[in-house]
């Protein structure tokens, strides 16, 4: 028995969720505060710099509450499935996944 607050299991799915929910905020955290500054300054420059730094706070921020949730309440099983095929039932492409994260 390891000797480790966290497992390393729920380290790397924490990593994982962190990135995927960092990536997903990249993908819709600009229009928000760049569209507010612009509609409210009229300045371009302004809004575009307000947009990226809004960007990268959301990011960080939403990816951070994702890593402690799956820290805080353990590995979520949509994590573990996501690497089953589910066709045959045998590890997918992705197989590594369900065994990193300590499935069985």
């Known amino acids: 028995m390891s000797n480790d607050i966290i497992p ?3 380290k790397l799915a924490a ?3 962190f990135v995927r929910t ?3 905020s990249l993908a819709t955290g600009f229009a928000v505060p760049g569209a507010l500054t612009l509609v409210f300054t009229g300045d371009g420059l ?3 710099g307000i947009g990226f730094a809004g960007l990268a706070f ?3 921020v939403n990816g951070a509450q994702s890593s402690l949730n799956i820290i805080s309440r353990g590995i979520p099983d949509e994590y573990v499935n996501a690497a089953i095929d589910r066709a045959s039932g ?3 492409a992705s197989g590594l996944l369900r065994r990193d994260l300590g499935a069985r």
Request: proline content about 6%; cysteine-free; aromatic content about 0%.
């Open 8 to 10: 390393a299991s729920v």
């Open 15 to 17: 990593k994982r969720g």
């Open 22 to 24: 960092a990536a997903q």
């Open 46 to 48: 302004l809004a575009l």
């Open 58 to 60: 959301s990011a960080i």
């Open 90 to 92: 045998r590890p997918g």
